[in-house]
């Protein structure tokens, strides 16, 4: 297939489902939810954490973005809660429209049918660019990305919002674990599949030495399905390879989806097996010490009742 007979179009001309104007602001939101016990002892494990120095990676799905929740994430990097922050390649797609077009988010049913579905020049061409210059010097996805805004400030305006720039402002890794063919910068003509490969294997190192400090730590994963439990799982298990005391740990997950019997040993029959969080995230990483937990619960929801949590702890 010939990629550069691609069509693409500019997103300045596109509808946007998501926009700065609608993101939530830190503080401002009070939901109740935070009272459940599990929950609370979970941030009081954060809280420990961090007092102790140790890790708190927080791993995600694009809808954290989606949701307007990306203030929360810079608050909480910024208040020291967050040391780490991980997603898929949608995440970082979602995050870096917000910080140049302040929208993101097409309406796929109707795109998708006229083959204008994700052919959007400018977050194509400039993402692909980015990742290119950044791994022919090493650099990592996440890092790739941020060094790119701040080479061109003028096409970034809403930096401020914009949870990968923010992380390197603070000094925080963001790594990003892409499967080649899942993005919409895959479909552009100016992609270079190596270059993707070559920045995100960097940062899967990270992630790997991120995980091996993991002892006394907490990692949370909020809505990534696959590619954030199979990554946390090798991680993990390379750190053990290596020689690491990776054992005491704190996990979460944290999805709309419920699970009747989170701790349960489940066969190929039950639909749960196939649920990868619960078993790469809940169950498997805390055998030998620690404790993980299932969370139902909309992210909108579940992510201020934390910072407020948090906070609350604080004071």
């Not at 550069?4 to 401002?28: C, H, Q, Y």
């Not at 029959?269 to 055998?287: L, Q």
Request: some cysteine; charged content about 20%.
């Amino acid at each position: 297939m010939d990629f550069s007979k691609i069509r693409t179009f500019s997103a300045w001309e596109r509808t946007n489902l998501v926009n700065i104007d609608n993101m939530l602001v830190p503080g401002t939101q009070t939901p109740q939810w935070e009272d459940e016990p599990a929950f609370d002892e979970l941030c009081r494990r954060i809280t420990a954490a961090r007092s102790d120095k140790r890790p708190v990676i927080f791993s995600m799905g694009a809808h954290v973005i989606k949701n307007g929740l990306s203030r929360y994430l810079i608050a909480l990097m910024e208040q020291g809660f967050i040391t780490h922050i991980a997603g898929n390649g949608a995440t970082s797609i979602h995050d870096f429209e917000l910080s140049y077009l302040g929208g993101t988010s097409e309406d796929v049913p109707t795109a998708i049918e006229d083959g204008s579905f994700g052919m959007w020049e400018e977050t194509g061409a400039w993402m692909n660019e980015a990742i290119a210059q950044g791994a022919a010097k090493g650099m990592g996805y996440g890092k790739s990305l941020a060094v790119y805004m701040d080479q061109h400030p003028d096409r970034f305006p809403h930096k401020d919002v914009c949870v990968i720039y923010q992380a390197h402002r603070l000094h925080i890794p963001a790594t990003y674990h892409i499967a080649l063919g899942t993005d919409i910068i895959h479909q552009h003509p100016s992609v270079d599949f190596a270059a993707i490969g070559a920045a995100s294997g960097v940062d899967f190192k990270i992630m790997c030495d991120s995980v091996a400090q993991l002892d006394g730590g907490v990692f949370l994963n909020f809505g990534s399905g696959v590619i954030g439990p199979e990554v946390f799982l090798k991680a993990l298990s390379i750190s053990r390879n290596l020689g690491f005391k990776v054992q005491n740990i704190t996990t979460a997950n944290f999805d709309l989806r419920p699970v009747a019997d989170v701790y349960g040993r489940k066969g190929y029959e039950n639909p749960d097996y196939y649920y990868r969080p619960i078993k790469n995230i809940v169950c498997r990483p805390t055998s030998q010490g620690g404790q993980g937990w299932h969370f139902c619960g909309d992210h909108r929801i579940t992510i201020p009742a934390m910072y407020n949590r948090l906070n609350k702890g604080k004071q």
